[in-house]
């Protein structure tokens, strides 16, 4: 026997599926159909089980004695020669009649008290769940024993029970969903309008609790088969001769030497009735649920199928200053996601030089923080570069074996992140955490390492180092934490640092201050750095050179005074439509008529034309490739003269 | 975290009086009484009416409930009434059988799973879909058959070891060994499997987190980081789900002491039920309710050291 937790829906059901009606969209998926199939099949067998079944199941006949099927005994015969079959089909109805009268009792408690707390909310409702909690850790098995020491095997008595006590779980389900129904907009405007509760209930909040309710109910039919049969096995419900499946495994235990295939039919039955009723539970939580989560079926793949390499555009003068430190050619990086494999980048290109600033700029979805991750192997298990070069030093990234990568991280190449608030793990101390970083560098004391995390946390500007490092992430600011990162970052004096839009998440006032911070360190160490951005003002803040990003390619490189004083493509040119001169600084961009289109759905020829105000048909004819335009610029657009045209 | 253990304490005590008082509770309604239930329909009246006298049924509910609270506090559970025995004594010594079965299958449910489910998650494939067969069957298939079905391949046609018995740790500890083997791994598969999806499920997330990339970026070696990073956030799913698990044993020990024949708490209930013995199933219900209190609070215990914010607070 098995007490299975009531897992708690991750989102609600959806309120089209709702009205659409669950069981048709139930039916049609494969798994529901035949998990509801097998129930109905089951349910008509055993009520039919008078015609059905070719023998009386009481009926002994001693010279048929555990016999395996045959053409007369379909499943064979037990120790007293009686018909296997004909027992199952019979003692399928106490068994589901014992679901039956569970599920009844639990729904009656569940439902209404659940909606009544959803909705109503207040000091019921935290009575009710302290009640709840109680319950749910009363041990079953007692009450149950307890239910059928008074109630001489009574399964149904003990299955009510059952049902009873295991409301308090359906309980909170439906309550939760009540809640979030409740604060939705309609529902307010159903409360303006003067309807009463009662109509809100019925009308409102009980059709979109009603996936919830039907996943528990199934579930919880999985679990009180099981009960119903550990209870017949344990000989507490009808008295022999009586067909019960658990009394069936029972009367098999004593011949089991003898006859090993009697466990067979019933508990196969079993099994196969409890996988029914769970697997359709899933599917009902799968079609109701609003967000279908399918990333489970996402697998890493191989980088495979390398393309041949554009040929490479050298940037007229690009060799003319400081060394190259990064060079990114021809990226390709490619997701498998349900729909098939995506191709997120496409031939991304850029350099970043010693010391300087590249700033990757581009709406949501360009493709500019795939980019950071897939330089430093870290993108997410379903994604992998499928082509093209990432050069640090001069050294290949996309076929470094994983110590060579590791050797790079921190020390070479170090990164911050968005959210710095989860960029620090929860369990453990700042100082524990950036003591590892610091060690993990350079082999030294403990000591040695809290007095060079000091020295970090001092070289960020953090006030009273010595108590941040007793801190735990929870207990910090975003604007500290993204200090604390910056720390941890710079614990290995790495060359260049990759920042993925370090301010985005911070208030105004401690993004500038960030900043500042990263000028000044840059500006004492050296360093390079790669920010990924979408905010102009950052961009006019801290970098030297720019790349903006469309729909997984590099559509403009340049250096940004360039960039600001003339872009040389209409996309960077509609991104700036609103941009710094006019707009307060470091607000987002502001959205370009449209969305970026997604992988999969990316326009032929140039990716942009679809919003772009200069389009025509030649646009559409090939892939554009990025042109040069001028010292130490490029464009993906065949179009440009019109844009200094229409300036 | 004090606070946190002292409110689970305060909660418990409601608990055990809950459980306790349903059973009471639910003789009022059933048609005649313990009396008539013991002496059978065909008795004579006045027996009947003398042991009626003589098990106190005369009494209101309310004030039989109070004496066997009263009792249960100076330890004294009473007598079942069926072999005069005294109830606490009888609970004594089959606790020790019942103990034997579940502490070894909570430890290998928690040993076992986490190691299957921490592989699984960090190597994937085959390991992974093994976890997912056996786990649905281990959700499909009842404890009970298990066990019968290792009695079937392992006992009875290996022979390999006794298919029912129990022998006391005190008397032979390699025979107590093999006398709980067998019940320990059907007790524990189901726990096994459960405690291994939540693993892998856990893992497997905190593996995407963003604090495990920024650590690995920055020079964060793997060992580290799958042993105290990921380890150590994935742990409080996974304690939740040993909980559940080790709750749930309580129950599965109930038929798999049926099944192997060991003279522990869940058979001596099972013959109690068929007996009819209130004072005999209140005792094992009291044994089991603390039994689930302090599953809990062991829990709780562990939510408090795993989690930074709840020992701060």
């Known amino acids: 026997m098995t007490t299975t937790a009531p897992e708690t829906p991750t989102a609600l059901p959806a309120a089209a599926d709702a009205h659409r009606g669950i069981l048709r969209s139930v039916l049609r998926t494969p798994r529901g159909s035949i998990a509801g199939g097998f129930l109905l099949l089951l349910i008509l067998a055993t009520l039919l089980a008078p015609v059905l079944a070719p023998a009386d199941p009481l009926r002994q006949n001693l010279h048929h004695v555990l016999e395996t099927p045959s053409s007369r005994y379909w499943l064979g015969t037990d120790s007293l020669g009686r018909d296997l079959l004909s027992r199952l089909l019979y003692g399928g109805r106490p068994a589901l009649a014992g679901v039956l009268e569970g599920v009844l009792a639990q729904l009656v408690v569940a439902v209404p008290l659940g909606v009544a707390t959803g909705y109503l909310g207040g000091r019921f409702d935290r009575f009710v769940m302290r009640v709840c909690d109680i319950v749910m850790s009363v041990p079953t098995i007692v009450i149950l024993l307890g239910v059928l020491t008074i109630f001489d095997r009574s399964i149904a008595a003990a299955m009510i029970t059952l049902g009873v006590l295991s409301a308090a779980g359906t309980l909170r389900v439906v309550r939760g969903a009540a809640m979030t129904v409740r604060q939705e907009l309609y529902v307010s405007a159903a409360e303006l309008l003067g309807l009463g509760r009662v109509q809100i209930i019925f009308r409102h909040i009980l059709p979109r609790c009603r996936g919830v309710i039907i996943v528990q109910t199934s579930l919880f039919a999985a679990v009180a088969i099981g009960i119903q049969t550990g209870l017949t096995f344990l000989g507490l ?107 997120v980048l496409t031939k991304v290109g850029f350099d970043v030089r010693a010391g300087r600033t590249l700033g990757l700029v581009g709406e949501s979805g360009s493709g500019k923080s795939v980019t950071a991750r897939a330089v430093l192997g870290l993108l997410e298990a379903n994604g992998a570069v499928t082509g093209g070069s990432v050069r640090f030093r001069g050294r290949e990234l996309t076929r470094a074996s994983r110590k060579e990568l590791a050797a790079i991280r921190g020390t070479g190449i170090a990164l911050i992140s968005q959210e710095p608030m989860v960029a620090l793990d929860p369990s453990f101390r700042i100082g524990a955490q950036l003591g590892e970083v610091v060690r993990a560098h350079t082999r030294m004391s403990r000591g ?12 960020v500007e953090l006030p009273d180092p010595e108590e941040i490092v007793t801190r735990y992430p929870f207990q910090i600011s975003g604007g500290m934490a993204q200090r604390v990162a910056i720390a941890a970052a710079l614990a290995g004096s790495p060359e260049l640092l990759i920042a993925d839009e370090p301010t985005t998440a911070l208030d105004v006032t401690v993004q500038a201050d960030i900043l500042a911070l990263l000028r000044r360190i840059q500006a004492d160490t050296g360093m390079a750095v790669l920010i990924v951005t979408h905010d102009w003002g950052v961009v006019a803040d801290i970098c030297s050179d720019v790349a903006v ?75 554009i490739p990025l042109l040069p335009v001028g010292e130490h610029r490029t464009s993906r657009c065949i179009h440009t003269a019109h844009l200094e045209a229409r300036r | 975290m004090l606070r946190l253990i002292g409110n689970r304490i305060a909660t418990s005590i409601p608990l055990l009086l809950i459980v306790t008082l349903i059973v009471f509770v639910l003789q009022a309604f059933v048609p005649g009484d313990a009396a008539r239930t013991i002496l059978g329909e065909n008795a004579n009246p006045q027996t009947v009416a003398a042991l009626r006298e003589q098990l106190g049924l005369n009494e209101p509910l309310v004030s039989r409930y109070g004496d066997w609270l009263a009792g249960a506090l100076h330890g004294d559970l009473g007598t079942s009434i069926i072999s005069g025995v005294d109830v606490m004594s009888s609970l004594d010594t089959r606790l020790g059988v019942t103990l034997s079965l579940l502490v070894p299958s909570m430890l290998l449910s928690a040993v076992a799973g986490i190691a299957l489910g921490f592989a699984s998650a960090v190597r994937g494939g085959f390991l992974g879909r093994v976890i997912d067969v056996v786990s649905l069957l281990g959700f499909a298939l009842p404890s009970f058959w298990i066990a019968l079905l290792l009695v079937a391949a392992l006992a009875e046609r290996a022979n390999l070891l006794p298919a029912t018995g129990y022998t006391p740790f005190a008397e032979s500890p390699g025979d107590w060994l093999r006398s709980i083997v067998l019940p320990v791994i059907a007790l524990s598969l189901h726990g096994i499997t459960a405690v291994a999806k939540q693993t892998r499920d856990s893992v497997a997330e905190v593996l995407e987190a963003d604090y495990v990339r920024f650590l690995r970026a920055n020079g964060v070696g793997t060992t580290s980081l799958l042993l105290r990073h990921v380890l150590r956030n994935a742990a409080i799913p996974v304690v939740t789900s040993l909980g559940l698990v080790s709750i749930g044993m309580l129950s599965g020990a109930v038929f798999i002491e049926n099944v192997f024949v060991l003279p522990g708490l869940g058979t001596l209930a099972t013959q109690a039920t068929l007996d009819h013995d209130v004072p005999v199933i209140l005792g094992v219900g009291v044994v089991l309710t603390l039994a689930v209190i302090v599953v809990n609070l062991l829990i709780d215990i562990a939510y408090g050291l795993l989690n930074p914010k709840v020992r701060a607070a």
């Open chain 1, 237 to 343: 419900g009808p008295p022999p001769p009586s067909p019960t499946w658990g009394g069936m495994i029972n009367e098999s235990a004593v011949t089991l030497s003898r006859a090993p295939w009697l466990l067979v039919p019933a508990g196969g039955l079993i099994a196969l009735t409890v996988l029914a009723f769970g697997i359709l539970g899933d599917v009902v939580r799968d079609v109701t649920a609003q967000s279908h989560t399918s990333s489970g079926g996402l697998r890493a793949r191989p980088a495979s199928g390398r393309r041949a390499p554009e040929a490479p555009v050298e940037v007229p003068g690009s060799e003319a200053e400081a060394p190259v430190l990064l060079r990114v050619r021809d990226l390709d990086v490619s997701f498998l996601t349900p729909h098939g494999e995506r191709e």
């Open chain 1, 448 to 459: 040695a390492a809290r007095r060079r995390v000091l020295e970090l946390l001092e070289m």
């Open chain 1, 549 to 623: 990003m469309y729909a997984g390619q590099v559509v403009e490189s340049a250096p940004v005074e360039d960039v600001f004083a003339r872009p040389s493509h209409p996309y960077t040119a509609a991104l700036m439509a609103a941009g710094p001169e006019h707009a307060p600084r470091r607000t987002p961009i502001k959205a370009v008529e449209g969305t970026v289109p997604p992988p999969g759905d990316r326009p032929a020829g140039c990716r942009f034309r679809t919003r772009c105000p200069l389009a025509e048909a030649d646009c559409a004819e090939q892939e």
